[in-house]
């Protein structure tokens, strides 16, 4: 079992940059990708970003490619999203996922979340 825990959301104005961490715990394996989705209101759950293990392999969203980087850090058990130029739409439930496969469908184990607010 992996247990996930995400922090960094907040409120920021458009155009602002916030940075999420999430931290692994329990079980955790090296092996695993790890990703990065999120939820707005009254919409479902749509994938954000997958970094593989040795960073090497990164997947991101058409909408948040060139403004938000996923990254990680395996001596820590630690994955990152930095999001820049935020736009209102960016507002959701940001959700921190591990799994054994570097896709969205790959993921097994889930965060409880951490809300990012965008104002205009």
């Known amino acids: 079992q992996v247990e996930l825990v995400e922090f960094g959301g907040g409120l920021v104005q458009a155009g602002g940059s916030l940075r999420l961490s999430c931290a692994a715990s329990?079980?955790?394996?090296?092996?695993?990708?790890m990703g990065w989705f999120r939820q707005a209101p009254g919409k479902e759950r749509e994938f954000v970003a997958i970094?593989?293990?040795?960073?090497?392999?990164?997947y991101y969203t058409d909408s948040v490619k060139g403004r938000f980087i996923i990254s990680r850090d395996n001596a820590k058990n630690t994955v990152y999203l930095q999001m820049n130029s935020l736009k209102p739409e960016d507002t959701a439930v940001y959700y921190c996922?591990?799994?054994?496969?570097?896709?969205?469908?790959?993921?097994?184990?889930w965060g409880k979340g951490t809300l990012v607010t965008v104002s205009s």
């Open positions: 996922a591990a799994g054994r496969s570097a896709t969205p469908g790959g993921m097994d184990y």
């Open positions: 970094i593989g293990w040795g960073s090497i392999t990164t």
């Open positions: 329990g079980r955790t394996s090296s092996s695993y990708a």
